[in-house]
């Protein structure tokens, strides 16, 4: 009978979701009018903990909310147009993301059009 490894720092790392956020440093915002971004983008929940119940997603997701108005504050500085969208998938939290997209040097795909998507309203 295999036993199941038990996580520890479990407490810490869902405390830092919960307080911590990123600097975007790794970000060229610095020449608003040079910057750009070919479907730059970052997930939050890294190890999949999100899979095992929505107890374990929500902090995750309340992170990826919190961190897209943090970079659309950013963002705003941008010398061109740009887009930003999160993808949330049904059963795979580790696959949850926030983007950000521009037109780039890189190829011409802004704006990036996403296939299927419906608009619905109420």
Known sequence: MSRLKKQRGLRRYYKNL???????SGLNFDDPEQAWFDLWHTHFDWRGYGNDSFKKRKPHL???????????????????????????MDFDSYHDALFLHTPNPN??????VIE?????RN
């Open 18 to 24: 919960k307080v911590k956020n990123s600097n975007w």
């Open 107 to 112: 190829c011409n795909n802004f704006p990036w």
């Open 116 to 120: 299927d998507l419906s608009k619905t």
């Open 62 to 88: 309340d992170k990826l909310s919190r961190h897209f108005d943090l970079l659309e504050e950013k963002a705003k500085s941008l010398q061109t147009d740009y887009q930003i969208w999160a993808t949330l």
